[in-house]
Each structure stands twice: as structure tokens, then as C-alpha cells.
């Protein structure tokens, strides 16, 4: 019983709680490598689109390329995280040809936008632990003018582990009822609408200094983990109602998780 509560697969981890990359390209391309083709550090001399006003202060100082091309970096995560950017493809002249920007976690294309899109951050996108290459790739045809693929602080996110022991555990299930789920709309950051999220229901079992930790966290987005090492990242939108068990020594919660992905797919 002990070796099963110390090896337990069922994980609860804060989102969010490190922010261990931040590449914002002020002073160059960093550890990012051109692999083939152009990409550089936007600058005044080299935006050939010479922007001004808005537009032109949100594309210097980022990663771009104008004739196509494949930049990436290799990055560590310690734990469960995620990663976020902004992104603008340009496309002036749609006729001549079009153009688009790819991102890719290990060779696996986690994102493609076509031109023309706006500067736009993205959703986030789940990174397992370990080692990972990412890579953008840009490709262009037909004419190079009035096009161009843009990305700019590029972040990683790293969760941390939360000290407990899930206790019960019902394995995650649809929930189709979107339209009464009003805490998760308009949270673009959390969410896109989808044809079902995922409703888990567990319980937790925490020590005293673990339990005030976590209820001081936990209006946060959390990730779980399932006994299929399937990751869900999600809020508690319900009433956290905790009990005291073992004369106040031990903290018993019963939690209900939404995620914003399918049941049996999960977040990375």
C-alpha cells in the first residue's frame, strides 16, 4: 500500500508556475538556429515592409523570415507545461501566391496558420516533460512581395506537482453541456469552444501546509493526470467544500476538473 500511494500514476499539478523560457528576440535570434533558408531578427533595417505606427512596433524586435525557411531550438521541461507565442503571417497580394507559417513539437505540426492573419497570440499548447525540438517553418510561393511570417515571445510554461495523494477517482467523461458552462466563456486563454469537454471527479487527500497551499491556488489552471498518462488542463469552476480528517492532521477535497479537450486525448 505504501509503494502504490509513493509510485501513484494519478497526478495533480499547477499550470503555470514557472516561467522557464522567454524568447522576445530584443538581442538577436538567441538559441534559436536557422536550418535552412531565411530567418532573422526583425529590425528597423531589415523590416522591408518598412511598418510604421502599431503594426510596426509589434514586428521589430521578432523572428521573421520573407523568402521561407526553418528556424528551432531545443528547450527542457523538468514537468508537465506549455507553450505560448504571437504570431502574424502577412499576405498582401493573396494572387501571386500563398504563404504560410508551420510550428512543430518533435517533428509533429502543432499549428499552421495561412496568410493573410493578424498579429495573434495563440492558444496554449501542451509540452510533456523532457527534452524537445521545436521548429517554425515558413513557406512562401509565387512572389515574395507583401508576404512575410512573423513570431515573437515565445514562451514555455512549467507546472509543479502538487503535494497529495488523489484518493478517488472517476476516469474522465464527456460533457456536452456546453451552453451551461458559462465560467469558461470568453476565456480564450483556457479555452476554444469545442463539441464536448471533459469532466473529471476526484478527490484529494493533502497534509495541513499542502492543503493551504492549494486552496490558495486554486482558482488557477491545473493539469491532470489520468492512469493513461493522458494530461487535462482545466479549472475548478465549482464550490470547493474540504474536510477534515485524522483530528485536523489530514484534508479531504472533493474536486470536479472541466478541461477544454476531448475525453481520451488531453492536453500535450
Known amino acids: 500500500m505504501r509503494d502504490l500511494l509513493k509510485h501513484h500514476k494519478l497526478k495533480l499539478i499547477q499550470a503555470r508556475h514557472k516561467r522557464i523560457i522567454e524568447d522576445d528576440f530584443d538581442n538577436g535570434l538567441g538559441e534559436w538556429k536557422v536550418i535552412e533558408g531565411d530567418w532573422h531578427q526583425v529590425t528597423v533595417d531589415t523590416n522591408v515592409d518598412d511598418k510604421t505606427g502599431i503594426e510596426g512596433d509589434f514586428l521589430i524586435n521578432s523572428a521573421g523570415s520573407y523568402m521561407g525557411g526553418i528556424i528551432e531550438r531545443e528547450i527542457f521541461l523538468a514537468n508537465y507545461g506549455e507553450i505560448v507565442f504571437e504570431r502574424y503571417v502577412k499576405n498582401g497580394e493573396m494572387k501571386s501566391g500563398k504563404n504560410k507559417l508551420n510550428f512543430y513539437i518533435d517533428g509533429v505540426l502543432k499549428l ?157
Not at 484518493?167 to 458559462?182: E, V, W
Not at 498518462?229 to 475548478?236: D, N, Q, S, T, V
Not at 489530514?250 to 475525453?263: D, F, G, R, S, T
Request: hydrophobic share 40%.
Open 112 to 268: 499552421s496558420v495561412e496568410g493573410p492573419s493578424p498579429w495573434r497570440r495563440i492558444e496554449p499548447i501542451g509540452v510533456s516533460p523532457g527534452k524537445h525540438i521545436v521548429r517554425f517553418e515558413y513557406i512562401v510561393e509565387g512572389s515574395l512581395a507583401h508576404k512575410s511570417g512573423i513570431f515573437d515571445t515565445f514562451t514555455v510554461w512549467e507546472g509543479r506537482t502538487i503535494n497529495t495523494t488523489i484518493a478517488k477517482c472517476t476516469p474522465p467523461k464527456p460533457l456536452r453541456q456546453i451552453a451551461q458552462n458559462k465560467t469558461l466563456r470568453g476565456y480564450t486563454r483556457f479555452q476554444e469552444m469545442a463539441a464536448s469537454d471533459t469532466e473529471i471527479n476526484f478527490s484529494a487527500m493533502f497534509d495541513g501546509p499542502s492543503f493551504l497551499e492549494f486552496m490558495a491556488n486554486s482558482d488557477e489552471i491545473f493539469y491532470f493526470v489520468d492512469e493513461f498518462g493522458k494530461c487535462y488542463r482545466g479549472l475548478f469552476p465549482n464550490a470547493i467544500d474540504p474536510e477534515g480528517k485524522v483530528l485536523s492532521e489530514l484534508y479531504y477535497v472533493n474536486l470536479v476538473l472541466i478541461a477544454a479537450q476531448k475525453a481520451g486525448v488531453g492536453f500535450v
